[in-house]
Structure formats: structure tokens, C-alpha cells
């Protein structure tokens, strides 16, 4: 079935740094993927759509200059948390689906000191 | 918007019981998925079932689009069963993107 790869599983950083997360379609094109926050014991919450050669598309309250999004290929999109503090905090995960149904990653924990 | 929501909002379970979660959606959806997030924060695709009813294994899904509700059945459940099952939707042409109901948290104890 249908596999989508998201790296790193856990990131401990400082405050201040930046960081790469990484989503990858492994046998499948996706033109359009989505990345979600999670807060503990709460849904998951979309911040933006990716969109491959264009502009992503960000949800109402989501500062697209703290979270860059990059979907340079059909196979791979990148979420960057700029300049992290504590209270960037969270689960990130993200999904991708040629068509229906959506396939997850096994999301990435951040946590920012 | 559509309008997802889940019951029950908690559930606990001994062993081997069964048990049925309801999702109720509030407009007409292309798409409904049931997921299963385990304690490590894993989402498992349980279902695709925009209508009709699947089963696989000891899991089961019922979806009536007319009426806008879908049943996720799990019976005999194990302890590892135990995490937040969610329900997700979406309408023909918002570029599939995914409506989540609340969830439900379901502990099976041994």
C-alpha cells in the first residue's frame, strides 16, 4: 500500500534554531500533501497545504514566515519551524494522497528548549 | 463548514468486549476515513469508507452517507486496541482537504 516516510521522529533543539522536517511519497506521486500540529490529547489541526511547484496555502492564524514550506518535487515537501521556541512545541505530521484515501506519516516530535 | 463530531468522547473496556464509536457529519462527503492514533502518536489507516460496509479482521465500518453518519464496530478487543480513534471527512472539491471530528479515547484493560 500506499507508504509516506516523514523524518525526523523526535527533534530536541534550543531555542533559536531552525528546523527541517521532512515528508516523502515512497511509491506514489503526490502533487499535494498537508501538514498538521497536534497538541496533546487534541485533534490534529491543519496548518497548511503543499502544493508541488507553487506557493503553499496556509490556514487562517498559521505565520507562514515561522512555518516555510517547500514542495519542491511529486515525491517530497519539506516543513521548516524558523527560529523555534518553546511554544512551537508539538506533534507535526503529515499526510499525502494521489487521490483518496489520505496516508500519514508517523509524525515528528519537536520539542524546543 | 462541515461539522464532524465523534462519540463517545471516553471509553474503557475490559478484554474481549465489544464496542461500537459513531461518527456523525454534518453535510454530504467524498471521502470518510477512520484512523487509529496509538499511545506513540502513530495514525493507522483503519477504513476508506465513504459509504457501504467493510470489515477487516476484528474491525469493522458502516457507512450511511443519506444519513450522514458512520459506526466503527470493534469486537473482542485487546489491549492494544487502547489509543484515540478518529473520524475524518471531506467534500468533493476543497482539494481533499481533511475535516477531524474530536475523537475518541478508548483504554481496553487487561
Known amino acids: 500500500g500506499a507508504v509516506v516516510s516523514q523524518h525526523p521522529s523526535w527533534v530536541i533543539c534550543k531555542s533559536g534554531t531552525s528546523v527541517k522536517i521532512e515528508c516523502r511519497s515512497l511509491?506514489?506521486?503526490?502533487?499535494?500533501m498537508f501538514w498538521y500540529r497536534q497538541f496533546p490529547k487534541q485533534s490534529l489541526m491543519l496548518m497548511a497545504t503543499?502544493?508541488?511547484?507553487?506557493?503553499?496555502?496556509?490556514e487562517q492564524g498559521v505565520e507562514k514566515d515561522k512555518f516555510l514550506i517547500n514542495h519542491a518535487s511529486l515525491t517530497l515537501s519539506t516543513l521548516t519551524v524558523t527560529s523555534a521556541h518553546p511554544e512551537d512545541s508539538s506533534f507535526y505530521i503529515c499526510?499525502?494522497?494521489?487521490?483518496?484515501?489520505?496516508?500519514f506519516g508517523d509524525g515528528t516530535r519537536l520539542s524546543i528548549l | 463548514g462541515i461539522q464532524v463530531e465523534q462519540s463517545p468522547p471516553d471509553l474503557i473496556l475490559q478484554e474481549g468486549a465489544n464496542s461500537t464509536l459513531r461518527c456523525n457529519f454534518s453535510?454530504?462527503?467524498?471521502?470518510l476515513q477512520w484512523f487509529h492514533q496509538n499511545p506513540w502518536g502513530q495514525l493507522i489507516n483503519l477504513f476508506y469508507?465513504?459509504?457501504?460496509?467493510k470489515q477487516n479482521g476484528r474491525l469493522s465500518a458502516t457507512t450511511v452517507a443519506t444519513e450522514r453518519y458512520s459506526l466503527l464496530y470493534i469486537s473482542s478487543s485487546q489491549t492494544t486496541d487502547s489509543g484515540v480513534y478518529f473520524c475524518?471527512?471531506?467534500?468533493?472539491?476543497?482539494?481533499?482537504?481533511?475535516?477531524w471530528g474530536l475523537g475518541t479515547s478508548l483504554a481496553v484493560n487487561p
Open positions: 499526510s499525502a494522497g494521489g487521490g483518496q484515501p489520505q496516508h
Open positions: 511509491d506514489f506521486q503526490a502533487t499535494t
Open positions: 503543499s502544493n508541488e511547484g507553487s506557493k503553499a496555502t496556509y
Open positions: 453535510d454530504s462527503v467524498n471521502n
Open positions: 469508507i465513504p459509504s457501504g460496509t
Open positions: 475524518a471527512v471531506n467534500r468533493a472539491g476543497n482539494n481533499r482537504k481533511l475535516i
